[in-house]
């Protein structure tokens, strides 16, 4: 069939036989990965591929091999930037491996509106599904209700069974650390809300640090991610405590936190040094710029897929593979504490609260 006869349809895969010299079953191999297939000979199908510009009729293809190589997403609805970065890195290691990905967002935490996302997947003939479920009910829903096909969840604790392990702990307390060796005695934490396993973990790696290091813990009200949030508890906790640092959950928050402390008539970092956590792309361009926790989502959205894939293919259990390494990412929102920022503060060197001499926010 010559070009002229090809023209205004899709290339099919007997036109890609053609151009390879092979048998459409031989195209179908490649495809397919089977391992009885000359390197040669595949590599002849692929440039013929890539020449024509085909591309696989997924449905025809479940239908020959009972597979629809496409995973299922289940995301919560609210548009946060760590489960949508989540979601990216996902999609992309999926493709990569040959998948396609369908998403479907979680109306609310409650288990009649899980088990409808989840069926919704199913229906579209998902082979595996990735719940990005970080509130602890939405989690746990997943769990009751169960599905036909290998369930992985982000964001859990660390200790499930089919979650995957993401060290929310470890990068709060290098946070926190980071504060410490800097000086800084009088450190404030602005939690996440309750119910979410990442706020949990590093309210944790917070605390566990701050004893560490025989401090006493300052916790303010939990906000719910947003800049709106950290303002408002950033204000209410500058009229109750004086501090020198405050960590707060993610980055988020920390951008309302800098307007607050702002008001309070704090410079940052000259009277008050700041973490977030996250690494969002405008962290860099604050003012002055962020320091946080970067978080790899790309190398988790890989880890993830990869297991999940091991699972689906090969039978092979999640594995408790290793939390990965945080990075501490140092910008201009922190630095050394002074003994003018100490007086200020009303703090001894040894982080004891002598008297306030701030005026009054």
């Known amino acids: 069939?010559?070009?002229?006869?090809?023209?205004?349809?899709?290339?099919?895969?007997?036109?890609?036989?053609?151009?390879?010299g092979v048998s459409y079953q031989t195209v179908s191999r490649v495809l397919n990965d089977h391992p009885k297939v000359h390197p040669d000979t595949a590599a002849?199908?692929?440039?013929a591929i890539?020449?024509?510009?085909?591309?696989?009729?997924?449905?025809?293809?479940?239908?020959?091999?009972?597979?629809t190589r496409t995973l299922g997403v289940?995301?919560?609805?609210?548009?946060?930037?760590?489960?949508f970065s989540s979601f990216l890195a996902i999609e992309q290691a999926a493709r990569e491996?040959?998948?396609?990905?369908?998403?479907?967002?979680?109306?609310?935490?409650?288990?009649?509106?899980?088990?409808?996302?989840?069926?919704?997947?199913?229906?579209?003939?998902?082979?595996?599904?990735?719940?990005?479920?970080?509130?602890?009910?939405?989690?746990?829903?997943?769990?009751?209700?169960?599905?036909?096909?290998p369930v992985l969840t982000l964001q859990g604790a660390p200790d499930e069974v089919d979650g995957f392990p993401i060290d929310q702990r470890g990068g709060a307390r290098l946070a926190t650390r980071h504060l410490v060796e800097l000086g800084h005695r009088r450190i404030l934490?602005?939690?996440?809300?309750?119910?979410?396993?990442?706020?949990?973990e590093r309210r944790r790696g917070y605390l566990e640090e701050m004893a560490a290091h025989n401090l006493v813990p300052l916790l303010a009200e939990p906000g719910d991610w947003?800049?709106?949030?950290g303002y408002v508890s950033g204000r209410s906790a500058f009229r109750r405590w004086d501090v020198t640092a405050v960590f707060t959950a993610n980055d988020e928050m920390a951008v309302g936190l800098l307007a607050a402390a702002v008001e309070a008539g704090l410079r940052v970092p000259d009277d008050l040094s700041v973490v977030g956590f996250d690494d969002i792309p405008s962290a860099r361009y604050l003012a002055p710029p962020l320091t946080t926790i970067e978080q790899d989502f790309w190398e988790i959205g890989r880890r993830a897929i990869?297991?999940?894939?091991?699972?689906?293919?090969?039978?092979?259990?999640?594995?408790?593979?290793?939390?990965?390494?945080?990075?501490?990412?140092?910008?201009?929102?922190?630095a050394e504490v002074t003994n003018r920022v100490r007086l200020a503060a009303g703090v001894d060197a040894d982080g004891a609260v002598r008297r306030s001499i701030r005026p009054p926010v």
């Open 1 to 20: 069939m010559d070009e002229r006869d090809r023209r205004g349809r899709a290339p099919s895969i007997r036109d890609v036989a053609e151009a390879a």
């Open 44 to 47: 002849r199908v692929q440039a």
């Open 50 to 67: 890539v020449e024509l510009g085909y591309r696989p009729n997924r449905a025809a293809r479940a239908l020959v091999t009972k597979r």
């Open 74 to 83: 289940l995301i919560t609805a609210r548009p946060l930037y760590g489960p």
């Open 97 to 149: 491996r040959g998948y396609a990905v369908t998403a479907t967002p979680n109306a609310s935490d409650e288990v009649a509106d899980i088990a409808r996302a989840i069926d919704s997947l199913l229906m579209h003939g998902v082979e595996g599904i990735v719940a990005i479920a970080p509130q602890d009910r939405a989690r746990d829903a997943i769990h009751k209700i169960g599905a036909r096909v």
């Open 189 to 200: 934490h602005i939690p996440g809300p309750p119910g979410w396993a990442e706020a949990e």
């Open 226 to 229: 947003t800049p709106e949030a």
């Open 306 to 334: 990869d297991a999940l894939i091991d699972e689906i293919e090969h039978g092979v259990a999640l594995p408790r593979t290793p939390p990965l390494p945080w990075r501490l990412v140092v910008r201009s929102s922190t």
